[in-house]
């Protein structure tokens, strides 16, 4: 039986020596690889699955099509705004969902006592979870995202600019707070049900014009739920510069990279080993 105490385990620092840096980079990228390559083994699940998410996408684009067709603008909002909201959000979600998938299962290896495998490597152990699986029909919601901006997009060299910083903010609140509602169950066992609950919630609000909400549930989608963050950034970065959102936006993006980073560490002092064996490449 391999017994794995986290408490005597510190992260690895991949930083350390020359030329760890880029050992470390060739090891996500192989990591990344290897995930593709497994979900390309059946093609044609492959592409039904990531068709059938853009074609859920486009169920919801033909409906705001068609308010819009009958109402040229709400609460300030037109038609590309929110356009360019479903491109920032469903592919802030895909580039998150791809890249680092297993940011939605870490409650659950916490609470089955999964972790044990990535702790026995020298490999930065949030770092190895999060790239260690990858969603195939969040792919669908990346090529969705530049379908939408290639038809919508201001496809000049300061618009694709733009429209990078919306994409990495939007996937970094993304990942980070589903890090972040994941970790509860370090300290309270199994907590999936609350941890999806919370990541729905940012992911079904994000798809909505902030404009729509007033008063308490407004402050939420800038508080509780980072939401805001990420369905006004349409409005405060796309259509002009809004200098206070976007630092704004920026600041509070940076908070939830460090509160995911040291929630998941200081919580990882807790682990209890779930006595698995097992080996990755």
């Known amino acids: 039986m391999l017994m794995v105490d986290s408490r005597k385990l510190t992260p690895i620092s991949e ?22 390559a497994g979900a390309m083994e059946f093609r044609m ?18 409906f705001w099509g068609l308010y ?7 609460n300030g909002w ?3 705004d929110v356009m360019m909201l479903w491109a920032v959000a469903a592919g802030g979600f895909g580039v998150m969902a791809t890249f680092f998938g297993n940011a939605m299962r870490i409650s659950n290896l916490i609470a089955t006592g999964q972790l044990d495998t990535y702790l026995t490597q020298p490999k930065p152990v949030l770092l190895h979870v999060l790239i260690s699986r990858m969603s195939v029909s969040a ?7 530049l379908i939408i901006y290639a038809a919508f997009g201001d496809k000049s060299m300061i618009g694709f600019i733009k429209f990078g910083l919306a994409m990495l903010l939007s996937t970094l609140i ?3 707070f589903t890090v972040i509602v994941n970790c509860p169950a370090f300290w309270l066992g199994s907590s999936d049900g609350l941890s999806f609950q919370l990541y729905n919630g940012l992911l079904t609000f994000t798809t909505y014009p902030t404009s ?3 008063g308490m549930g407004k402050i939420a989608l800038f508080t509780v739920l980072p939401a805001g963050f990420i369905s006004y950034l349409p409005i405060g970065l796309l259509r002009q510069v809004d200098i206070p959102f976007i630092s704004g936006a920026i600041a509070v993006t940076g908070l939830l990279c460090l509160g995911g980073i040291y929630l998941f560490y200081t919580g990882l002092r807790r682990y209890a080993s779930g006595n698995m064996m097992g080996l990755r490449r």
Do not use: H, Y
């Not at 699940?45 to 033909?62: H, K, Q």
């Not at 819009?68 to 709400?74: A, E, H, M, T």
């Open 212 to 214: 729509i909400f007033r």
């Open 45 to 62: 699940s492959f592409f039904l699955t990531a068709g059938m998410m853009i074609i859920n996408n486009v169920v919801w684009i033909v």
């Open 15 to 36: 930083f350390d020596q020359p030329g760890k840096f880029g050992r470390l980079l060739r090891f996500v990228w192989q990591c990344w690889k290897l995930n593709l």
């Open 174 to 176: 993304f990942l980070f």
């Open 68 to 74: 819009f067709g009958r109402f040229p603008v709400l």
């Open 139 to 145: 792919i669908g919601d990346v090529l969705f995202a």
């Open 78 to 80: 037109e038609l590309q």
